[in-house]
């Protein structure tokens, strides 16, 4: 090996150790940005309900439990109508009385009308109420 090469691969040591400590302190700051934005997507959700949750009473949309697959979502109080949105309301879709107070998510709406089409016609009866489903899900 030559002088000159030796130098060289000296000279990219002792650089390497000089900035040894930058360039860690670089990949541990973008490791924890990415950290942080992982947690910030996840929480998302979470603090979506909890600004929700802290508007005005008038405007705070209702937090309900889905009754079909458990999760929690927020119902949408609509302020024109002066009411919260009906579509997520089970008996408003079955015209059933006794399903009265089951809350349906918009996930499970639309999975029950592409993926479920025998359950969605034994429950959704009415035709109206079809095409509503129909236009909101397409
Ligand atoms: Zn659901």
């Known amino acids: 090996m030559s002088e000159k090469s030796l130098t060289l691969k000296e000279y ?9 400590e930058k360039y860690l302190t670089r ?5 924890e940005r990415l950290k942080v934005e992982k947690k ?6 979470e603090l979506e309900i909890i600004e929700q949750q802290e508007r005005p009473t008038f405007l705070r949309p209702l937090l309900v439990r889905c009754f079909r697959c458990k999760n929690w979502f927020l119902i949408k109080y609509v302020p024109w109508k ?32 592409l993926n479920h089409k025998v359950e969605y016609r034994q429950n959704i009866w009415d035709g109206e109420r079809r095409v509503v489903l129909r236009n909101y899900v397409t």
């Open 40 to 45: 910030k997507k996840e929480n998302k959700k």
């Open 27 to 31: 990949a541990k700051k973008q490791r």
């Open 82 to 113: 002066k009411r919260f949105s009906l579509k997520n309301n089970w008996d408003w879709w079955t015209k059933k009385e006794e399903e009265k107070g089951k809350k349906i998510c918009d996930a499970c709406l639309k999975d029950l009308y």
């Open 12 to 20: 990219q040591r002792q650089y390497y150790l000089k900035n040894k």
